[in-house]
């Protein structure tokens, strides 16, 4: 087969070779590589790979030129990664020989090559694919960023008389035209006159987590329903708005490939790296890079993660750019790779249960994330941290927020789901009445929301239950305490990842006094474990005399 379908035969030992381990990849790229085998191993189904059909987008794509930047060649010459994205897409079939697949999402990095594919796929969805009056669009937030592809398709075109020749493209100052077929290319931005009309057979959506609403995707979604073969060309690189329209996009990709929803006709990908992954390291940029050597220059992203390990704001933006993380548009007041390296040591609880120690309880809202936070003294100034978090199994559902990690984290055990819709607090309470016995703390700290009964009934256990207010007077010294204490290398912990998290969401906001306050920027983004050790910390501080404030607390 190689000799006929060489980018067949490429893109299946890519797939092999990723699911067997042999080359770098993130679970979402290895997922979407398994799906491609088992599929091309079903029998008796509505769809069938067109080897023909895959082998050709692919030629075609070859026969283009770079125009933008310095190439080893005249012409596009697609990588293994790449040869595995068009076949897949483009070689699937249903027994009306239309193509299979109506969605595209690609979530990749900035640099791995992505605008140059967009604009050689518009090409060809304009001119290769058999559709007459075909409507291809680049689209975008604003017209110059959907220019942006349109102009490198312009160029190639511009720079190919074989396509012209071949199928009649003229290049015009603003759309590339077919007179034979009819067929348009053109740019479409947000701030167009109008998205209502369009009867499109290919939308190149550039950037999609730069988009603040809906009204140009949405359009596009109405307007490919009248195509039998239409195809939506999402191409993005991570973001920071987790309620926009691309990370529902991301989402619903991730549970397609899950198998959690059955959708045979969207196609998705994700290069990243894993949760588990030290970002700092080669391998990492590696697995998330897919055109690492190539147009992904090493010594480039070596100089930006140099950068990020001393900058927290550069971090966000190296993560997000370069590794494809989505990460939250505040800065973390936390130093996260600091709290990362805290457990380069792995510790275990029981050997600290001789030492002095702090309880705290940060309850939020009965369907939310509940923490139970033990704080231990290793020595004046060195602490401890260990945790047990508590989430109502009805809120860990499929399409439910942060259901990805939520549900690896129970299976791991990390996380306790308790029945039902809310979260049932007998769970924490035995916990606490059983690290009381063999922990002996010095104090119970805990917010008083929705924990009064709780806190009562514990008292009368035997449990000196102490109220911490929640107000910038108290949260402020601990805070800051706890950062000094994160980046001074005074606090350890057993690299639980649900605490990892929550410190990383930890966003702090001075006032006008250089006070400071836990905050999340987003309500999935959850804190309540960092709060809770916040809270034991104040209550310790105090017990050693290092406080500068005082009155912070009532006992009851």
Known sequence: MAAKYPHVERADVYARDVVAGKLPACRWVRLACQRQIDDRERKDWQFRF????????????????????????????????????????????????????????????????KTTCSAGVGLYMLSADGESGAEVYSTAVTRDQARISFDIAARM?????GLRD???????????????????????????????????????????????????????????????????WIIT?????KNGVCYEQ??????????????????GIVYSIDPEDDWTTVEAQRKANPNYGVSVLPDDIATGCGQALVNPQTQNNFKTKRLNV???VGTSYFNALSWEQLCKQPIVEADYEGCPCWFALDLASKWDVAAFMRLYERGPGQWAIFGSYYLPEDSVAPGMPNYEFYS?????GFLTLTPGQITDYDFIERDLLEWNQRALPAEVCYDPYQATQLATRMGSEGLLMVEIPMTVKQMSEPMKALGAAIIGGDIWHDGDPVMSWMVANVMGHEDVKENVYPRKETRNAKIDGAVATIMALSRASLSSGTSIYADAATAI
């Open 50 to 113: 067109d080897k023909d059909r895959a082998e050709h987008v692919c030629k075609f794509l070859e026969l283009l030129p770079h125009v933008k930047g310095r190439w080893k060649s005249k012409n596009i010459e697609l990588e293994d990664w790449q040869c595995f994205q068009f076949t897949t897409i483009f070689g699937w079939v249903d027994v009306d020989g239309h193509r299979r697949f109506r969605t595209a999402y690609t979530e990749v990095p900035r640099k791995n090559a």
């Open 157 to 161: 075109a511009a720079k190919t008389s």
């Open 166 to 232: 071949r199928f009649g493209v003229e290049v015009q100052t603003h759309n590339l035209y077919v007179p034979s077929t009819g067929s348009v290319f053109r740019p479409l931005a947000s701030d167009a006159d109008s998205l209502d009309g369009l009867n499109i057979h290919c939308a190149i959506v550039d950037e999609l987590h730069a988009h603040k609403s809906r009204k140009v995707f949405d359009a596009i979604d109405t307007a490919t329903g009248s195509r039998r073969q239409a195809l939506k």
């Open 237 to 241: 690189t991570a973001g920071s708005d």
């Open 250 to 267: 991301r989402k619903y990709v991730t549970e397609v490939l899950l198998g959690h929803v059955h959708d045979e006709r969207y196609w």
């Open 326 to 328: 989505w990460v939250s």
């Open 408 to 412: 690896e984290w129970a299976k791991a």
